[in-house]
């Protein structure tokens, strides 16, 4: 059974706090500073960096590929252990650590860049499934969506908050400003070590631990339950059709999470003021979105209000692939003299929606279709499909850039954007949700 009423406020909020945390690394190391640093300076291969970009995708993928491995191996574990909170912590100091530790890279020094970034991504990225894992427990399936765009609106918050101060206090990232900006490292680590405190006094590990079959390890336990799960599947067909949908989804997703700044500023060329207001624009846009698509899911549903938030996707890809042609027309059509720098904005609202929008809405349509005692390992499994999907998405795409380079290869993500909206339209919310109720572990 999912949880009959709603949990405490406060640990609704302590459960947030962690996305509030976290996106200060997603934006600091993976968005806005630390990949253009990479790419830029570090591998620093002007002028059209087809080799930095190339290593940024393939050190994320290595991360990824990782999660992929892990991620429902400790979820089936954590669920029959109820030690969901031990592992979220663990991540949690990984992710900080490694993070700290990116302070000691030195322009050239590619090995130990890429190294500490797939840690510390690793860490960060698993962290996503085992937090998320606790959704269900905070109320009722048709409460989730718009707890989950509680966090993912509470994220964008934090992120802002985070990358503003990183902004206005490390400068420009240059090998001049090179002595500054390697602070964003220690900068991220610290900020999402204090944000997530109220996470763990807050949030509950429910459930029991049960003793440990005779005989067996964790390693042959969390085999043994991913393989009837597995043998079981036949029964949550749609679950099966929304992981498929999550894969193509979240391939795009990533691409535009890793590669957005980068194509601003190799692409598009923008100033380092526009870089900024980039940045605000896609955080304001990407809260409005969580939240505002959160509240829509309980009036009409969660598998329509994703589906809606995948059309919106492709209409972002175009505006960014379409970045000149839109400029070129502004000023036939209107007479306009906009530089495509300021053009690209338009984009950025769109995918700013975009982003908080369909995050939000597929980890709380995961929630809808899990039954009780196997949390920690559906939303492994979401998270298996989440990181494969980062996986093939960033060799896609960088094996794509390095053929035909970064300003076309985008057009990637229009593919991966429609095919997931035809996996989803298979899925039968209500017909999920009623399996997900009389499971029985």
């Known amino acids: 059974m999912s949880a009959a009423r709603l949990a405490p406020k406060r640990e609704i909020f302590g459960w947030a706090m962690f996305d509030f945390a976290n996106q ?9 500073i630390f990949g253009d640093l990479f790419t830029r300076v570090i591998v620093g291969d002007a002028p059209d960096y087809r080799l930095g970009n190339l290593l940024w995708s393939l050190a994320l993928a290595a991360s990824y590929l990782l999660v992929v491995v892990a991620n429902p191996l400790c979820g089936a574990i954590m669920d029959y252990t109820a030690s969901r909170k031990r592992f979220l912590f663990a991540s949690y100091l990984l992710t900080v650590v490694a993070t700290a530790l990116l302070y000691l890279v030195e322009p050239g020094w590619i090995t130990l860049a890429v190294v500490l970034l797939v840690i510390s991504n690793f860490a960060y990225a698993i962290g996503e499934g085992f937090i998320a894992s606790f959704l269900p427990d905070l109320g009722p399936r048709r409460a989730l969506g ?7 609106g509470l994220g964008y918050i934090g992120g802002l908050l985070a990358a503003a101060f990183a902004l206005l206090f490390l400068g420009e990232v240059s090998l001049e400003n090179y002595d500054t900006i390697r602070w964003v490292g220690p900068f991220a680590a610290v900020f999402f070590l204090l944000a997530a405190i109220p996470t763990f006094f807050w949030l509950r590990e429910r459930g029991e631990p049960r003793p440990m079959p005779t005989g067996q390890n964790l390693l042959q336990l969390g085999l043994g339950r991913l393989l009837t799960t597995w043998r079981e599947s036949a029964r949550f067909q749609d679950l099966r059709w929304l992981l498929l949908s999550v894969f193509f989804a979240m391939a795009g997703v990533y691409i535009i999470i890793a590669f957005a700044f980068i194509y601003g500023a190799q692409v598009i060329g923008w100033d380092e003021n526009v870089r900024v207001l980039m940045f605000i624009t896609v955080q304001i846009t990407a809260t409005i979105g969580a939240l505002g698509f959160g ?22 890809i175009l505006a960014i692939w379409q ?12 007479g306009v003299s906009w530089e495509a720098q300021y053009v690209f904005l338009v984009a950025g609202v ?13 980890r709380a349509l995961v929630g809808v279709l899990t039954p009780a005692g196997k949390q920690a390992e559906f939303f492994g499994l979401w998270g298996m499909a989440s990181k494969l999907a980062a996986v093939f998405g960033m060799f896609g795409l960088g094996l794509i ?10 057009l990637f993500c229009l ?16 017909r999920g949700e009623a399996v997900a109720e009389s499971w029985r572990d």
């Open 24 to 32: 200060g690394y997603t934006l600091l190391i993976i968005t806005v």
């Open 415 to 430: 593919l991966l954007f429609g095919l997931a909206m035809l996996c989803v339209l298979p899925l039968d919310e209500r």
């Open 350 to 362: 769109l995918a700013g929606a975009s982003l908080g929008s369909s995050q939000s809405a597929g």
């Open 323 to 334: 970045t000149q042609g839109l400029t070129a027309l502004l000023a036939s059509w209107l």
């Open 146 to 152: 718009w707890i989950s765009g509680l966090g993912w």
């Open 295 to 316: 509240w829509l899911q309980s009036r009409i549903g969660t598998r329509t209000t994703y589906l809606l938030t995948l059309g919106l996707w492709l209409l972002a």
């Open 401 to 410: 850039q390095w053929g035909i380079g970064l300003a076309d290869a985008i």
